[in-house]
């Protein structure tokens, strides 16, 4: 079993900056890759990034250039780096591990509200 926890998300005017945080904790040996998602109000789940344990990452183009995925695989944690935030990337964002078998293993969510 793998517990994710997200962390870092709150409020921030248009053009500025958040990091979020993650941890994957329990069986976390097994995961061999990290994504983030996002819901907005009224919206589906979307993708955002995601990155590999051979560090490969992967945008939505919404968030190419602007946001920014690392992990730190020693302690099965990842960031998003988000910059020029839009009123449009409010939503709760997701923290999701996937397990070498493929399993996914989701977070609570953390907000992230953007003001213009």
């Known amino acids: 079993q793998v517990r994710v926890v997200e962390s870092g998300g709150g409020l921030v005017q248009a053009g500025g900056s958040l990091r979020l945080s993650c941890e994957a904790s329990?069986?976390?040996?097994?995961?061999?890759?990290m994504n983030w998602y996002r819901q907005a109000p009224g919206k589906q789940r979307e993708f955002v990034a995601s990155?590999?344990?051979?560090?490969?990452?992967n945008y939505a183009d919404s968030a190419k250039g602007r946001f920014t995925i690392s992990r730190d695989s020693a302690k099965n944690s990842v960031f998003l780096q988000m910059n020029s935030l839009k009123p449009a990337d409010t939503a709760v964002y997701y923290c999701?591990?996937?397990?070498?078998?493929?399993?996914?293993?989701w977070g609570q969510g953390t907000q992230v509200t953007v003001s213009s």
């Open positions: 999701m591990a996937r397990s070498r078998v493929g399993f996914d293993y």
């Open positions: 329990g069986s976390s040996r097994a995961i061999v890759a």
């Open positions: 990155v590999d344990n051979s560090e490969n990452t």
